[in-house]
């Protein structure tokens, strides 16, 4: 109870820092030091201390294999439901890129706790393959309206800034060196403590207030991008585990049921691809998955 409460209140301040004038220059600030600090420690933390198995690395290629799967699913809907091509690439990524680090982080710590923690941040770091930011940008240059930002050192940095990408890689070459870090358990606690209040601030300053309204066609494909995010998504994950004979920790389930990513918001102003859309989306699954998640938390 004391940890959701903490979370709670996390989630009022971030609401309330939406009545400030500079709210805008209040939500870059706390978001850029999310990615370029708070994530970029437990994830360099985190991969110096896992133990990594050959089960796991079974259970990582069955969650890569069913997230790629996830994505040509969600291709083919919007090709199925639309002409529109700004609106095939919201429909696709939103059917496909879940929150699994800012919402899946936090979430993951309250249900399964230190262990489920650890696990969301490599289903997180892993889940594509390559970094996630890389495979959203990629649909929104292809698909958006805007040919903004496309050349070629834009697209590369695109890829390259990317903290978390960063750490991971130097925890692993660590590791692989046989370099010890002294204290790294500790650090690891310290920002496992630090990453769940602050998940839920990303969120309470986050979530768009603004009136929605969109029309009924928009409303049932929106449904059926969000239906394959937060349903078939773990159902995929269940049956390639199950052909692979992987393992599939219960964690790496909740996160595939994550809703669609906050950053799906940026790419899609960014490239003019169905802003207001992607924006429905994104506040319409994310309200009831951290609702029910935090109800089943307590009830379980």
Known sequence: MVKLAFLLVALVIGLFLQRLRSQERVRDWIWNISFWLVIPVLVFATFLNVSLTSRLGMAVAAVIASTWLLVGLSYLYARLVTKERDEQGALTITGAIGNTGFIGYPLAQLVFGHTGLTQAVIYDQLSFGVPMSSVSVAVGRLFGKRATATGGRSRLA??????????????????????????????????????????????????????????????????????LKIGVGPLILLAIGAAFGAHIPSTFYLLAAMPPAFHLLTIARVYDMRPALVRLMVVAATIPVVIGVVIGSLIF
Do not use: C, Q
């Open 158 to 227: 695109a890829v390259l800034l990317n903290p978390p990408l960063w750490t991971l890689i130097a925890a692993l070459s660590l590791r692989a060196a046989g370099v010890h870090i002294p204290h790294i358990g500790k650090v690891e606690d310290v920002a496992a403590a630090v990453i769940g209040p602050y998940g839920f601030l990303v969120l309470g300053v986050s979530l768009p207030l603004e009136r929605v309204e969109h029309d009924l066609t928009e409303v049932a494909r929106a449904t059926g991008a969000m239906t």
